[in-house]
């Protein structure tokens, strides 16, 4: 399914990556599902893994749980997470398929030597496969 980002959306995803380099950064993707997902809003999230937070992100269950009382609250879907490689390309790693929901949308940004440089869209087939999803980017006219 297609992806479809407002610039000034994918441009905060950059921002918070290069602000967390050289460690991951995490947070949450809301917006609208339909034929497309639509993304609305971004909101980082403290990386709170117990690990290197140079190779891993941790989002606790109470996070998960907050964001999505907000998205009941604001009429909106939670559609995914996003998270940053730092000095790696932005391809899913073995933990992130071990972590990852089906129903939801992975955006991992590529930060190389502090700059976001690249970002994709994965989703969890139905054979716990991550397939990378087209991003479309929105710009204002």
């Known amino acids: 399914m297609e992806v479809?980002?407002?610039s000034e959306a994918i441009k905060s995803i950059h921002d918070i990556a290069e602000q967390a380099y050289p460690f991951e950064?995490?947070?949450f993707l809301y917006g609208l599902v339909g034929e497309q997902l639509q993304i609305r809003q971004v909101q980082s999230v403290v990386n709170?893994?117990?690990e290197n937070h140079k190779v891993h992100y941790t989002i606790p269950p109470k996070?998960?749980?907050k964001?999505?009382?907000y998205a009941l609250e604001k009429e909106i879907d939670l559609?995914?997470?996003f998270h940053s490689h730092p000095d790696h390309?932005?391809?899913p790693s073995g933990r992130d398929l071990a972590d990852a929901l089906p129903e939801l949308s992975?955006?991992?940004t590529s930060v190389y030597q502090g700059q976001a440089i690249q970002t994709k869209s994965w989703r969890l087939s139905e054979s716990r496969q991550f397939q990378e999803e087209p991003i479309k980017i929105e710009f204002n006219k």
């Open 4 to 6: 479809v980002i407002p």
């Open 25 to 27: 950064c995490c947070g």
């Open 48 to 50: 709170d893994s117990p």
């Open 63 to 65: 996070e998960f749980m």
């Open 67 to 69: 964001a999505e009382r």
């Open 79 to 81: 559609i995914g997470v």
């Open 89 to 91: 390309p932005p391809h």
């Open 106 to 108: 992975y955006f991992i």
